[in-house]
């Protein structure tokens, strides 16, 4: 049996009457982007910060590499990149020296321009840090994560403050760390970049993981599907056995169901039979935005009675 890169068990961390996490548990695959994602103040960077040895944990088990960070922190240091929300160096400095100078903290360092191929720094090499744009900033500080090489690599809310197209572009540095084999576990509490980018999603609630596992798993805690269309006096045209089951705002007609396929027959060919036009009609599952609120709220998204 393979040793996942990173096991939790029972993992609890109190400051004082605080409980701020409250028995977890969770295992992370070599090759794996994993994602701990939950809204400020769920725990996650307490967590990162226990996996990375840099705080004590108040009880449980914690693996990383095969080490207890706690106690063999030395052991990791070489074989694990950490990028902090910011990371502090000499904006003075240009890019290339930075890195080099990181370069000196490694036995085997990786090579600065394959480095600076990775995040997409090449152009910037000789540009001083403190007139990068900030998507550059993070690129540099993922750069100076990954200087050692690092088998596992923690990324603690990668994309915050960035714009869209920076966002983008750290998306698409992260898919190629991805595919030359780094484990990953990052923080986030976007909801569209854990779905783009993690291969399994743990949603994080005041200390609690309530639930885990790959997109398509987490769709299955609620299998809802939202049946959209427009019909012109909504209320008065649709029959009563339909009108009951729907949400409507103006002409706007929502249905929720977990049969998606029977539901639409049976409004199709209701239409067809009345030779109605049912505009605008779509089809969508539950997003994990959705997934997520529904989860941590307790309780349904939609208060509208479901289709069968």
């Keep these: 049996m393979i040793?996942?890169?990173i096991e939790v068990r029972d993992l609890r961390k109190s400051?004082?009457?605080?409980?701020?996490?409250?028995?977890?548990?969770?295992a992370i695959n070599r090759g794996e982007v994993f994602a701990l994602?939950?809204?400020?103040?769920?725990?996650?960077?307490?967590?990162m910060?226990?996996?990375?040895?840099?705080?004590?944990?108040?009880?449980?088990?914690?693996?990383?590499?095969?080490?207890?960070?706690?106690?063999?922190?030395?052991?990791?240091r070489s074989r694990v990149g950490i990028v902090l929300q910011e990371t502090g160096v000499d904006l003075y400095l240009k890019v290339g020296e930075?890195?080099?100078?990181?370069?000196?903290?490694?036995?085997?360092?990786?090579?600065?321009?394959?480095?600076?191929d990775v995040t997409g720094l090449r152009e910037q090499k000789d540009i001083r840090i403190r007139r990068l744009s900030g998507g550059q900033r993070r690129r540099l500080d993922v750069a100076l994560g990954i200087v050692g090489d690092p088998e596992l690599l923690f990324l603690d809310e990668p994309t915050t403050g960035l714009d869209p197209y920076a966002r983008r572009n750290?998306?698409?540095?992260?898919?190629?760390?991805?595919?030359?084999?780094?484990?990953?576990?990052?923080t986030t509490h976007y909801m569209d970049e854990a779905e783009v980018l993690a291969d399994k999603i743990a949603l994080l609630n005041a200390g609690i993981i309530e639930a885990e596992g790959t997109l398509e798993e987490l769709r299955t805690y609620k299998e809802a599907t939202t049946i959209r269309f427009q019909l012109d006096d909504a209320l008065n045209r649709m029959p009563v056995e339909i009108?009951?089951?729907?949400?409507?705002?103006?002409?706007?007609?929502?249905?929720?169901?977990?049969?998606?396929?029977?539901?639409?027959?049976?409004?199709?060919?209701?239409?067809?039979?009345?030779?109605?036009?049912?505009?605008?009609?779509s089809v969508k599952q539950q997003s994990l935005d959705e997934i997520f609120i529904e989860l941590i709220e307790g309780r349904e998204t939609s208060k509208e009675v479901r289709l069968k």
């Excluded at 400051?15 to 969770?26: E, S, V």
């Excluded at 910060?49 to 095969?66: F, K, P």
């Excluded at 890195?99 to 360092?109: H, L």
Aim: include cysteine; aromatic fraction near 6%; charge should be negative.
């Design 243 to 281: 009108s009951e089951l729907a949400n409507v705002i103006g002409n706007e007609v929502k249905l929720e169901t977990t049969d998606p396929m029977s539901s639409l027959a049976i409004l199709t060919s209701w239409a067809l039979s009345k030779e109605i036009e049912l505009r605008d009609l």
């Design 49 to 76: 910060e226990i996996l990375e040895g840099y705080i004590q944990r108040t009880s449980g088990r914690v693996s990383v590499l095969g080490c207890d960070p706690e106690s063999s922190p030395e052991d990791l």
């Design 37 to 47: 994602l939950g809204p400020n103040g769920a725990g996650k960077t307490t967590i």
């Design 3 to 5: 040793e996942p890169v």
């Design 15 to 26: 400051y004082g009457d605080l409980q701020a996490i409250r028995g977890i548990d969770f």
């Design 98 to 116: 930075i890195i080099r100078q990181f370069s000196g903290f490694y036995q085997n360092p990786k090579p600065l321009n394959d480095i600076l």
């Design 170 to 186: 750290t998306w698409k540095m992260i898919a190629g760390l991805r595919e030359l084999g780094k484990t990953i576990l990052l």
